[in-house]
């Protein structure tokens, strides 16, 4: 007899299996937000967006009110959301594209703001859907399909730091985090913390996650595993950045 894994029961059951891609992160992502909704018991007051890129394939993912947006602007749809209801937990998901590419100028902003809404940004160092093109994110020396002999940070600058950056610009009651599909006890922690600050109505929340594209990376288990976590957090430090009410120099790992 087989054993059937516990799903969170926020998930949408009947759009299971999912739609991405075998080792996407993505799912292990979304399985610890889905654990975190559960815990809070928000499910029937949260309000889940995502963007275009490969997040869009969590659009049928949650029983819980959805809205896809286009590239780049799920964090403003989330943002009026909120200000329209504040009673609602909004969710902004996206990638590191549609967040610290198009997306940018949103997310500085509404960081800047102190927007009451939750941010969550996974980072796989490249663009997903389309096949594989250097990102804000890509790693100095990394394959693309636009930087097929290695990123240049001479040319194209170094990797986005978002949580960092995030952290500058944001007033007290900011939390800001990164986590890793790699350890998921954490992420889920981290993502709970996030969504309990916007409970609170502390302030904006935001967590990237540093998570895995065997299919544009072009690697097999082994590798994929050894690249979020080993080479990835060589450049993106894993841990709270931001906490209300913890002093500079306080961060968890």
């Known amino acids: 007899?087989?054993?059937?894994?516990?799903?969170?029961?926020?998930?949408?059951?009947?759009?299971?299996?999912?739609?991405?891609?075998?080792?996407?992160?993505?799912?292990l992502v979304l399985k610890a937000l889905g654990q975190a909704i559960?815990?809070?018991?928000?499910?029937d007051r949260a309000v889940f967006g995502c963007d275009i890129g490969c997040s869009l394939l969590a659009w049928d993912f949650f029983n819980v009110d959805t809205?896809?947006?286009?590239?780049?602007?799920?964090?403003?749809?989330?943002?009026g959301l909120k200000r329209a209801n504040p009673n609602l937990i909004g969710i902004a998901y996206m990638g590191d594209g549609g967040g610290y590419a198009i997306g940018s100028q949103h997310l500085v902003n509404a960081a800047a703001r102190n927007e009451k809404i939750t941010v969550?940004?996974?980072n796989n160092t490249q663009y997903g859907m389309t096949g594989g093109q250097m990102a804000p994110?890509?790693?100095?020396?990394?394959?693309?399909?636009?930087?097929?002999?290695?990123?240049?940070p001479e040319k194209t600058g170094y990797?986005?730091?978002?949580?960092?950056?995030?952290?500058?610009?944001?007033r007290e009651g900011a939390y800001v985090a990164r986590g890793t599909v790699a350890n998921l006890r954490q992420?889920?922690?981290?993502?709970?913390?996030?969504?309990?600050?916007?409970?609170?109505?502390?302030?904006?929340?935001?967590?990237?996650?540093?998570?895995?594209?065997?299919?544009?990376?072009?690697t097999n288990a082994e590798e994929t595993w050894k690249m979020v976590e080993q080479e990835l957090p060589k450049y993106f430090k894993v841990g709270e950045i931001k906490v209300p009410g913890q002093k500079e120099g306080e961060v968890n790992g």
């Not at 994110?137 to 240049?152: A, I, N, V, W």
């Not at 730091?161 to 952290?167: F, I, L, N």
């Open 1 to 27: 007899m087989s054993v059937q894994p516990a799903m969170p029961r926020s998930w949408r059951v009947d759009t299971k299996p999912h739609k991405f891609c075998p080792g996407c992160g993505h799912g």
């Open 38 to 43: 559960d815990e809070l018991g928000i499910q």
């Open 120 to 122: 969550i940004l996974v």
């Open 137 to 152: 994110t890509t790693l100095p020396g990394q394959k693309t399909e636009t930087t097929p002999y290695g990123r240049d």
């Open 159 to 170: 990797p986005t730091q978002g949580p960092e950056m995030v952290a500058a610009i944001t």
């Open 67 to 79: 809205i896809q947006t286009h590239h780049g602007r799920t964090t403003p749809v989330i943002t």
């Open 187 to 218: 992420l889920k922690n981290f993502l709970k913390k996030a969504l309990e600050n916007q409970m609170a109505g502390n302030g904006f929340s935001f967590v990237e996650v540093l998570s895995t594209c065997p299919t544009n990376w072009r």
